[in-house]
Every structure is written in C-alpha cells, then in structure tokens.
C-alpha cells in the first residue's frame, strides 16, 4: 500500500512509503550497537581537540614573543618553533586517523575519478536533486540522474552496522504512523549525517524556511550490505528503495526521536 504524507521536497525523510506491516522486534538490535556510531569518535575527537588548542595557544604565544609570523619558512627556521608546530600538527593527525579509521571500518568505497563526478552532480546540483526525490517519492521513472545517483551509490557498501542520524520537519500525523514495528520502503535516496548535531541543524534550517510540522530525528542503524556512500562533510547518502523498520520512538526535548535499522 503507498500513503502519501505530503509534498515536502527535503531531504529529511520520503514522504511517500509503501508499507510492509510489523515485525518481530526480537530480530533487531539497538541503535548502533556495539558503539558503532560516529559519537564515540567525536568524544574521543573532543579530548584531541582540547589537547590541540592546548599546543595551539603555546605555539601562537611564542612566536608572537619572538615577533614571528605563522609563516612556514620562519617557524622551521626557528628550532623550537619547528618542534611546536610538529607537536600542533600531530595531534590534528591523530584526529583525522579517528575519522578515516571510522570509515574504513564501516564502509567500502571506491574512490574513483566517476565516482567523483556523480558525487558532485549528486551533492553541489542541490535543487535538482531535491526534485529527483520528490519524484521518485511520488512514483516518478528512472531519468538519467536517477542512474546516476544509483551508480553512484553503488560504488559504496556498508561493512559492519553503523548509526546515522536524519534530521526533518514531519506532518504529527505521519510522526504518529510511524509506530514501532511499522516496516516501509522509501523510494528516494536517503542524505544521512554521521553528527546528530548536523542532522538538528537541517531540520532547523527547514522549519526557519517554512516547513511546519515535528522535528524528528532518525537515528538509523544501516545494516551490512546496504549500498551507501560517504559524499565527504560527514554525508552519507543511502541507496533509494531502502527498508527501515522502526524498532524505537522516544522524546529528547522538542524532538521526537525514531530509531530504524536500514536494509536492502
């Protein structure tokens, strides 16, 4: 059966699903289980960050005591400057090999040239992307950039589970649908974040444009082989024609929270 919630053209959530019925609760886990979320990265992030700034500040106090510009050639003329900014420039390291490591244990990706292109005609081209999604939601056909974002996400799979979040302005009735063990199919491709705060920001940014409605953020858990791509920023996009099954309904403040896991 496909129930038509509405006209909204975002990228928070499909607003045309087809319905499979309930399940069996027993047969899903948690939100990203076994820490399998971006979350404990950032804390651990956190921690780097702090240390950073720490080395940051010192480095930027010395060279202004030594009248000294941030200036490459001038910091590795300078011995103890040279060892500063080696220490500055470890620690950003370490945090970048939390994210890559993240990745690499989640996703599999081919980071080709074509890759690249239908990622930037997928990502930069906003507004026809919108409109693609919208169609598809509303039974549209397959049009050329439809294949493209399908190669696209093709060219990357889901290794291990992992937990995205999905920020949306959502009609009360369609939140009130959406009940636990309700299972359905959405037809567009999915923009997903890794940052719960990001996912809030695109839902606010949605409501401060017009969009009426409950703030909703979906944390979904993404199961092993489901076709999903990392679009670079913390997006991952997700393949059309998913199925989620929600599996958790919850407030956090003025948001409702709706946990899904995600397959083929």
Not at 47 to 61: F, G, H, P
Request: proline share 1%; aromatic share 8%; glycine share 8%.
């Amino acid at each position: 059966m496909i129930e038509n919630f509405g006209n909204d053209s975002s990228k928070g959530l499909s607003l045309v699903m087809e319905k499979h019925g309930t399940h069996d609760q027993k047969t899903h886990g948690s939100w990203a289980t076994d820490g399998n979320s971006f979350d404990k990265i950032e804390a651990e992030g956190e921690i780097l960050m702090a240390e950073w700034r720490k080395k940051y500040r010192a480095l930027t106090k010395y060279l202004d005591s030594k009248g000294m510009t941030r200036a490459w050639r001038e910091i590795q003329a300078d011995p103890k400057a040279k060892k500063m900014q080696a220490e500055v420039d470890a620690v950003w390291e370490k945090q970048a090999a939390l994210s890559n490591k993240f990745y690499a244990e989640h996703f599999e990706q081919n980071e080709t040239e074509d890759f690249r292109r239908l990622r930037d005609k997928y990502v930069v081209a906003d507004t026809p992307t919108l409109k693609m999604n919208k169609q598809l939601r509303e039974g549209g056909g397959l049009t050329q950039r439809v294949k493209d974002a399908d190669a696209m996400c093709a060219m990357g799979v889901v290794k291990e589970r992992v937990g995205v979040y999905r920020g949306a302005i959502l009609p009360q009735e369609m939140v009130d649908s959406l009940k636990v063990g309700t299972s359905f199919v959405d037809k567009g491709f999915q923009s997903t974040d890794v940052d719960k705060s990001s996912a809030e920001f695109y839902a606010e940014s949605r409501k401060s444009a017009g969009a009426e409605g409950t703030g909703v953020i979906f944390r979904m858990t993404l199961n092993k082989g489901l076709n999903a791509v990392d679009v670079s920023y913390g997006e991952v996009v997700v393949q059309r024609n998913a199925t989620m099954t929600v599996t958790k309904k919850s407030k956090s403040g003025d948001w409702t929270i709706i946990d899904v896991e995600v397959s083929k």
